[in-house]
């Protein structure tokens, strides 16, 4: 039994949930993981990780569960952005290595984060917070259409919408505002955030403490959603133009007070230059820490979890490791579905893994289960990552995995080939 535990305030259902685990063990710790429902993160009881029910709401509970433990927290920390600050404020307390809590609730406000960068001269789309439908709709008409309508406080694209009429706003507002949370794979909202549509290609800047780490092209699915379908890692611009993406997300972190582990800087490359989308104060997800580490060598999850629990870490690329005969870049490509259903079978995964340069595949879905689209990261079914020397060649080996893999969808059975 190792004699220090590294404290998970909940999870992520799949990903980096799990990868955090598997580092502190690595690194010498116990993983231990604080929840409402322990139940809802399988591979709990698959990698037999101890848990704890807990009420995550509450600090209190929180600590109280810590100070239980039979050996001492080395660490406070989670992979879930809505447990940050919680994990922060215990660790805080208990005089752990800890980010600035106070500065992740503000980040993770919409509003508040863009009129903190907006007073910093951080470059952001106008944008107006909206606390009900019909101040959301005179938002629009002041900003002028097209507009996004997001929530004020999510991730993973969960009702966010593009909007080009007042009446598209009316409903993606009340989406947000009026539909059941549980249905929506949202906590409940206090009100949106309208902002004017950037046009350009998107990428993120994944960064841990003032440094940035990799610029990675993100690749999205049709308008008027916004749900990523892949990234490259690096994204395929000249050193001067990644240059100046790493510039305008340091700037950022800075402005809001973070620079203290990880943070997912997204930004769209316009014509009049970057601008920031949105600041995450946590690891990126959507397997982009896999794809890093496969392109450069350079382990975020571990670096993450040691700095948590304040012990030393290296994040200097050595290159890619994973395929020594086609290093250089990585790229992850997901499969979403495209229409409701049941999943009845998943076929060909071992052909893909077996592909030149592939990686890893990822299944996230398991037959049975039903398909409810959602127009956001819960459509994904599964992932691809492989590498080559360019993105170019890294991707097309992905999409060589993708066309491999076949999901048997009912009620009527049907093959889909989601990856063509």
């Known amino acids: 039994m190792t004699d220090r535990a590294l404290v998970l305030v909940e999870s992520n259902t799949t990903g980096s949930g799990r990868l955090f685990c598997a580092a502190a063990r690595r690194l010498g710790l116990r993983p231990v993981v604080l929840a409402r429902d322990p139940g809802r993160y399988p591979y709990l009881a698959a990698d037999a990780v101890d848990s704890r029910r807990v009420d995550t709401g509450s600090i209190d509970a929180v600590l109280a569960a810590v100070d239980a433990l039979d050996v001492p927290a080395a660490g406070i920390t989670s992979s879930s952005e809505y447990f940050i600050a919680t994990a922060g404020a215990a660790a805080r307390r208990r005089g752990l290595p800890h980010v600035d809590p106070d500065a992740v609730r503000a980040c993770r406000d919409k509003g508040r984060q863009r009129a903190a960068l907006a007073a910093a001269g951080v470059p952001v789309p106008g944008f107006v917070p909206a606390a009900d439908v019909e101040a959301a709709v005179a938002a629009a008409n002041r900003i002028g259409l097209p507009v996004v309508c997001k929530p004020v406080a999510g991730s993973g694209s969960v009702g966010v919408r593009l909007c080009l009429s007042p009446a598209e706003v009316r409903r993606a507002a009340a989406a947000v505002l009026h539909d059941d949370p549980a249905v929506l794979g949202l906590p409940p909202q206090t009100g949106v955030v309208v902002e004017r549509y950037v046009a350009g290609p998107e990428y993120s800047v994944e960064m ?200 048997a969808v009912g009620p009527v059975p049907d093959v889909l080939t989601l990856g063509r």
């Open 208 to 407: 841990f403490d003032d440094r940035v780490v990799a610029v990675v092209r993100k690749h999205l699915g049709p308008e008027p959603h916004f749900v990523e379908t892949g990234h490259d890692v690096p994204a395929a611009l000249t050193d001067r133009a990644a240059q100046r993406l790493g510039a305008v997300a340091s700037q950022a972190v800075r402005a809001l007070g973070l620079g203290w582990g990880p943070a997912h800087v997204e930004l769209r490359d316009a014509p009049t230059g970057a601008v920031i989308i949105e600041v995450n104060p946590r690891l990126a997800g959507g397997m982009i820490p896999r794809a890093v580490e496969a392109a450069t060598g350079a382990d975020l999850v571990t670096a993450t979890v040691a700095r948590a629990a304040g012990l030393p870490f290296d994040l200097t690329p050595t290159g890619g490791r994973t395929a020594p005969d086609a290093p250089g870049a990585a790229v992850i490509r997901f499969l979403v579905a495209d229409r409701p259903g049941r999943l009845l079978a998943v076929d060909g995964v071992e052909a893909a893994r077996g592909l030149p340069g592939v990686v890893d595949v990822g299944v996230l879905r398991e037959p049975g289960s039903d398909l409810v689209l959602r127009h956001s990261f819960q459509d994904r079914l599964g992932y691809v990552i492989a590498v080559g020397r360019e993105p170019v060649a890294a991707g097309r080996r992905a999409n060589a995995a993708l066309a491999a893999l076949r999901f």
